[in-house]
Structures are given as C-alpha cells and as structure tokens.
C-alpha cells in the first residue's frame, strides 16, 4: 500500500448510527478513493482496548494513520467533501493540488 490510505473506524456496537458511519465511509472509498485504500472497521465494545490505544472517547471516530500526519474525525461522516477534507485525502482523479 505504498501510495494508499489506511483508515481505521471506531464504532461502537451494531447500531444504526454504527452502521450509517459503516456505510458513508464506504462510499467514499469506494468513490473518491478507487482502491488505494484499506478500512480496518473497530467495535470498541468487543476490543475496548483497541480504543483505549488510540484515545478513542467517542463514537464514530475515523483515523487516518496513512500516510502522515495521522488524522482523525469524530461523529457524523455524512458530508463526504468534509470527510476528504479533514483528513487531507485526494480524490481519484483530482491529483495534487
């Protein structure tokens, strides 16, 4: 995955807004990101330790750890400009600005 993105959602249980942040991440990966991408999907309440690594307090949480800097975004994933922004992804196609 030298030229991709490695994101890791924190949700919490099989709620509705677990799975809406489930499914609107998805879509933008599969939209804006083709497939230079992995999504690593976290349920805090079956591996709370994995939230308590990266100081996760509240749900959803989406960490970009790849490439640097890390970035995260907390709560609704919705607006996907905002989720590309945030986390300083380039939509394929874009390029570099």
């Given amino acids: ?3 991709g993105y490695l994101l890791r959602l924190f949700i919490a249980g099989h709620t509705p807004r677990s799975r809406r942040a489930i499914a609107d ?4 990966c ?4 083709g ?3 992995a999504l ?3 349920d805090v309440i079956e ?3 994995a939230a308590e690594h990266e100081h996760v307090v509240a749900t959803p949480t989406l960490i970009k750890e790849l490439p ?4 995260r975004i907390i709560g609704d994933l919705s607006d996907h400009d905002q989720v590309l922004h945030s986390l300083a992804l380039i939509p394929v196609g874009r390029g570099h600005a």
């Fill in 1 to 3: 995955m030298a030229s």
């Fill in 25 to 28: 991440l998805r879509q933008i």
């Fill in 30 to 33: 599969q939209e804006d990101l």
């Fill in 35 to 37: 497939g230079r991408y």
């Fill in 40 to 42: 690593e999907v976290i």
């Fill in 47 to 49: 591996n709370p330790e």
């Fill in 68 to 71: 640097p800097p890390v970035r």
